[in-house]
């Protein structure tokens, strides 16, 4: 109980002052959030969900806490939660797991929260972008809450961009953790595109847990794609409640120098007749460790469940680490279920036709890393943001993001 | 799988045919554990005083543990002093030494689970370690192997005529300290046998152990310890049976294989422990740690199990392929049925440079049982060009069962190729139904289908453990559907 | 333009080539015969540098320089292709992106420009239509989903676009109907230059009516038995190995 000195320590001098810059909704679960986070601490690495990430010394550092308003230009369906066009008390941490510590730390120390409200029906043409610039000259803690609810029949397409941001030339850039808690819910019928899309620095730490909640014939599409960063552990659990429902997850990782990418999936099919489809991929070079758990657990009851999950790795260095480790949890009979996990090498004969060809070698090896991760990326359905992403992907393996302080077209 | 075209359906009278007792005396020592019983065990083997203290280092050590919750089962609390840790079925009444004949009871027990000590009788080309409770009972054609200097006896002889090969390799593949239930078994372990073949030869018959536990409120603690040197081959087969009891009964054993450059090591298991009734009451409680050190170069290892029994199977039997262009095999099926729970798989370490492994498992799971296979695939830094292929498919034969994949892979070097899959499905309906057409009745369909599921395992057996096994199989599962 | 000497080469443990030697002169045509296993893709590869062959012994000199001291792509720069047997699929590499890659690292290796977009997009409608390929086939991945033919097409394709000097077509002409053979070979006649050499591998006197040989080779267990003029392949069609084993 090192770690958590510092914050049990941080609440108590500074909850007061976090309750006057919050809301009533948000304050009602904050000192049992508490409460709980001191009695479960950090987790070990022996938590079967925190194998891979060392969560204890990522919080060890002394940070300050931002208690920055939200800065929200007033739109449709985009509020601070402080006026939330509807009662939010029966949907604030109410589907995320209390019993996860990075959860029950968001939940005593965050001060606002985003609300997206798609109403009944509504059919959102745009997609609705939310930017988290990072950036800052001194150690500071950043805790973020996202509470989006799709009413029944609602549509939209929803990117979440956590990037670098502009910070005055030459200025001495600090350590910056993040901790995130989006709830999802969506209502029956309700369809949902969810792009959550880190591009920062290697200064950043983020624990990121989003919690989804389906109705019937609901479909959630959710895209995690990891292009740079420091420390990254993100969690996605997604509960189908209702029947004929559908849910993709969709990630890609690329790690690099000492950055370290762990991505930890929960699917639970508890109805019969839904459909939970996975493609993670990982291209670990340098000294980056990656890894991926995905869980699918099907309940007794939830018959005629179809579900697929695939985890493709490339480790391109020899000084990096990838672990995998795909579950199926099953106790209905009638259902269709499979995953497949591979960690492999470049395709020497597909290097060799390219390098006959004259591409070279480091050229071939970026073409075909491209290719990899190209199908992950041909899955995202708002072209705008798939067509960035080739970009971005084929920079990022030419080693040119880390670069691209000024460049336009990463913005 | 609606209720009213159910196949499945609750087995209730499922036969188990080796559940029977042989009523023989039996020294049996006081129920408990503490160092004074463990001195009593090493005494009555009269142990040379180094391994008396092996004994009492890992207990000491287990005392300091605490028993191990993880794993998709649900392990009763064991009362460690409600349990005899030494049973001796060959003692004579009344005279408290070892007769020189073989009880006849004891021979006509083996009989009946087809298993003859009389080497006339023995099936073709076959070796036998019997062992009752914690004591062998007899090891045929020992004098036939020895004259290719092949040692193969129990472990209590070896520590007496082989001290030196015994203290070599005892606890250098699982030591004391590696689990809790290896720590357990290291201070207790009764029999189990000892294999040592010679460099550049070919074991001529299949070496196998029988293990039966007879008396009541005993623990099994089998330890077997098998060396191949250079250049060698052995084939080893493992079968175990238990009366049927309403208590469980726990079988902590250890298996400890050491390969070396160019040798092969196969190593077959049909284990048929009893697995409590339909309700779940009784079984062996089959804790295991089973793992072979590949450590030379172009060794191979292979592990087959059919796991039948057992109220709760947790055993992983493993592979540490140490040399350079070793190969591991690891092909796997488990049965569970009623209320058995199985956690089982395997581990593939991987450290030297082109290594090999492969992985199949087959689970299938009926009645209220839960099967899952959990696996670790480990590719150290320096392993350059390992490659390792898994395929986990698991079988579902009711609504009221499970079946779970934990695979998990650290891959610590990037030449590495690791592929894993797994699916998990229903016995296919069109195939049930193919059959019907062609009046196959469903149960024998459902055992065909089984079996076919099965083969690429089954296959792997030699060939009379392999009728045994398809037998099993369908015994296993008779009654699961109707 | 290629002289190779006393060459040796293995593949794993097993040697192939037992001491080649071979010279091609500017503009002459090659042909390569002999039976399978003979070790005519070794001396293909070999002189492309496939990585998976390891020449034990010998030399190959390319226009003054040293071939076995360059790696693959070096090789291509310096002009050398190989149309290969069984081109591979690459997925998720588009065909337009995988050529304007190999077209500009060559100029870039020859100290040119690279092509702007435009002007790459209109070099490669024009070489397209030399070969008569299906437009459809560049918005695909390479190879992917090609048919036989389709594959054997846009290797020679490829060759368009890459303007080399030195060709090998290893099996060209497996699995090709007479119209499609037509059409490929129709298509390096059209390419070759008067100063563009060749080493045709083939089984079959078919391709070499259209692409004529100035010289036969008869490769058996590595070693070059017998060499002739374009009449031996005739006479090979015709008696087979048999004489050579």
Redesign the interface.
């Known amino acids: 109980m090192k770690s958590e000195q510092q914050y049990i320590e941080l609440y108590q001098e500074a909850s007061d002052l976090i309750k006057r810059k919050s809301c009533e909704v948000m304050n009602a679960v904050r000192d049992e959030a508490f409460q709980q986070f001191m009695s479960i601490g950090f987790p070990t690495r022996k938590a079967e969900r925190y194998r891979y990430t060392d969560v204890a010394t990522a919080f060890a550092p002394n940070y300050g806490i931002s208690l920055a308003p939200l800065d929200v230009k007033p739109s449709l369906y985009i509020y601070t939660i402080k006026d939330a066009p509807i009662d939010v008390a029966p949907y604030y941490h109410k589907i995320a797991d209390a019993h996860d510590p990075i959860t029950a730390l968001n939940a005593a120390l965050v001060h606002d929260a985003l609300l997206i409200h798609v109403p009944k029906n509504t059919l959102v043409e745009d997609p609705i972008v939310v930017d988290n610039w990072l950036r800052g000259t001194s150690p500071t803690m950043m805790n973020r809450r996202i509470l989006i609810i799709m009413e029944s029949g609602a549509e939209a397409t929803i990117i979440i961009n956590d990037r670098e941001g502009q910070g005055a030339r030459g200025e001495e850039q600090a350590r910056l953790l993040t901790t995130q808690v989006i709830e999802v819910y969506c209502h029956d019928n309700a369809r949902l595109d969810l792009y959550e899309i880190e591009d920062t620095t290697p200064l950043c730490s983020r624990f990121s847990n989003v919690y989804i909640h389906e109705g019937r014939d609901c479909s959630v599409k959710h895209n995690s794609i990891t292009l740079f960063n420091g420390q990254t552990r993100n969690l996605c659990d997604v509960y189908l409640r209702g029947e004929n429902s559908e849910v993709t997850l969709n990630g890609c990782a690329i790690g690099s120098g000492s950055q370290h990418i762990d991505n930890n999936t929960f699917i639970r099919h508890e109805v019969p007749h839904c459909t939970s489809n996975e493609l993670y991929k990982y291209v670990v070079d340098g000294q980056s460790v990656g890894a991926f758990a995905g869980k699918i657990l099907v309940e007794k009851d939830a018959q005629k469940t179809t579900s697929q999950e695939t985890n493709a790795n490339l480790c391109a260095s020899s000084d990096a680490r990838m672990y995998t480790q795909p579950m199926l949890e099953i106790y209905a009979d009638d259902v269709k279920c499979a995953h497949g996990s591979t960690v492999g090498v470049m395709d020497e004969t597909a290097l060799f036709y390219m390098r006959q060809r004259g591409i070279p070698e480091a050229e071939a090896r970026s073409l075909l890393k491209n290719a990899f991760m190209g199908q992950v990326i041909d899955q995202i359905k708002y072209e705008p943001l798939r067509q960035k992403l080739y970009v971005k992907v084929e920079k990022r393996f030419r080693g040119e993001l880390e670069k691209c302080d000024d460049c336009r077209l990463c913005k | 799988m609606s209720e009213s075209n159910s196949f499945v359906r609750s087995l209730t009278e499922k036969k188990y045919e080796f559940g029977f007792t042989t009523d023989v005396h039996t020294e049996i020592i006081d129920k408990g554990l503490n160092e004074d019983v463990i001195r009593l065990i090493s005494e009555k083997k009269r142990e040379p005083d180094w391994l008396l203290q092996f004994r009492l280092e890992s207990y000491r050590y287990w005392l300091t543990q605490t028993q191990p919750a993880w794993g998709h089962v649900h392990l009763p609390e064991i009362d460690y002093q409600a349990i005899s840790y030494y049973a001796d079925p060959t003692v004579k009444k009344g005279q408290g030494s070892k007769g020189q004949e073989i009880d006849p009871e004891l021979m006509k027990t083996f009989d009946k689970l087809g298993i003859p000590l009389e080497e006339r009788l023995a099936l073709s080309g076959t070796a036998v370690d019997a062992v009752m409770d914690s004591v062998s009972v007899k090891t045929t054609f020992k004098e036939k192997l020895s004259e290719k200097g092949i040692i193969f006896c129990s472990i209590s002889e070896a520590v007496k005529n082989h001290p030196d090969l015994v203290k070599q390799y005892l606890g250098s593949v699982v030591p004391p300290k590696d689990n809790y239930f290896a720590a357990l078994n290291s201070a207790v372990f009764s029999d189990g046998s000892f294999v040592y073949i010679p460099k550049n030869t070919r074991c001529p018959m299949e070496l196998s152990t029988y293990f039966r536990i007879n008396a009541r409120n005993t623990g099994q603690f089998e330890r077997t310890l098998i060396v191949c040197d250079e250049g060698s081959y052995v084939s080893y087969l493992e079968g175990c049976t238990a009366p049927m009891r309403d208590e469980n009964q726990l079988h902590a054993a250890i298996v400890e294989i050491v390969v070396m450059d160019n040798a092969e090591v196969k190593y077959s298991t049909v284990q048929n422990w009893y697995p409590g009734d339909a309700e779940g009451r009784g079984g062996v409680l089959n804790l295991v740690t089973k793992r072979g050190d590949l450590r030379g170069v172009n060794s191979k290892l292979s592990w087959t199990q059919v796991e039948t029994g057992s109220a709760i199977t947790w055993k992983y039997p493993s592979c540490v392929l140490r040399g350079d262009n070793s190969q591991a095999e690891f092909y796997s099926v488990a049965v569970t049925n009623n209320h058995q729970e199985a956690d089982t798989g395997t581990k593939m370490i991987h450290l030297g440079k082109n290594t090999r492994s492969t992985i199949i498992s087959k689970g299938i799971s009926a009645g209220h049982s839960q099967n899952s296979y959990r696996g670790l695939v480990r590719v150290g830094k320096h392993a350059d060009g390992a490659r390792n292929y898994s395929s986990c498919d698991s079988l579902l034969l009711g609504s009221q069962c499970g079946a779970h994949t934990f695979p998990y892979m650290d891959i610590h070097n990037n030449t590495a190729t690791v592929e894993h899959e797994a699916t998990t499905s229903k016995i296919n309906e069109e195939q049930l139904f193919y059959c019907n057409q062609r009046g196959i009745s469903t149960e024998e369909a459902v055992g065909l289908i089984v079996n076919g599921y099965a083969k690429d395992v089954i296959n792997k057996l030699p060939m009379e453990f392999a009728v045994e096994a398809q037998k099993l199989l369908s015994v296993s599962l008779e009654g699961t559907v109707g | 333009m290629l002289e190779i000497k006393n060459l040796h080469a293995k593949v794993g443990d097993k040697e192939i080539l037992k001491g080649i030697n071979l010279t091609i002169r500017d503009g002459e045509i090659h042909a390569l015969m002999g039976t399978n296993g003979a070790g005519k893709s070794t001396l293909s590869n070999v002189i492309?540098?496939?990585?998976?062959y390891e020449v034990t012994e010998g030399s190959i000199v390319f226009n003054g320089q040293d071939l076995l001291a360059m790696?693959?792509?070096e090789?291509?720069?310096a002009g050398i292709?190989?149309s290969?047997q069984a081109?591979?699929e690459?997925?998720?590499?588009s065909m337009t992106?995988?050529m304007r890659?190999?077209v500009n690292?060559?100029r870039e290796?020859l100290g040119k420009e690279p092509l702007k977009s435009t002007d790459f997009l209109k070099v490669m409608r024009e070489k397209r239509k030399l070969v008569e390929i299906d437009p459809k086939l560049m918005n695909r991945?390479?190879n992917e989903g090609f048919s036989g033919g389709e594959r054997k097409r846009n290797e020679i394709f490829?060759m368009a676009m890459?303007e080399p000097t030195f060709c090998i077509l290893d099996e060209t002409d497996s699995g090709l109907d007479v119209d499609a053979l037509r059409i490929v070979a129709e298509g390096f006649n059209k390419l070759r230059t008067p100063e563009t050499s060749a080493i045709v591998i083939t089984h079959y006197q078919r391709l070499l009516d259209y692409i004529r040989p100035d010289f036969v080779h008869v490769l058996i267990d590595g070693q070059i038995v017998k060499t002739g003029t374009a009449e031996l392949a005739q006479q090979i069609e015709e008696q087979g190995f048999e004489a050579y084993l």
């Open positions: 492309v540098g496939n990585p998976a790696n693959t792509e090789r291509a720069h292709f190989m290969f081109p591979i690459i997925p998720g590499v992106n995988f890659s190999a690292a060559r290796a991945s390479v490829q890459l």
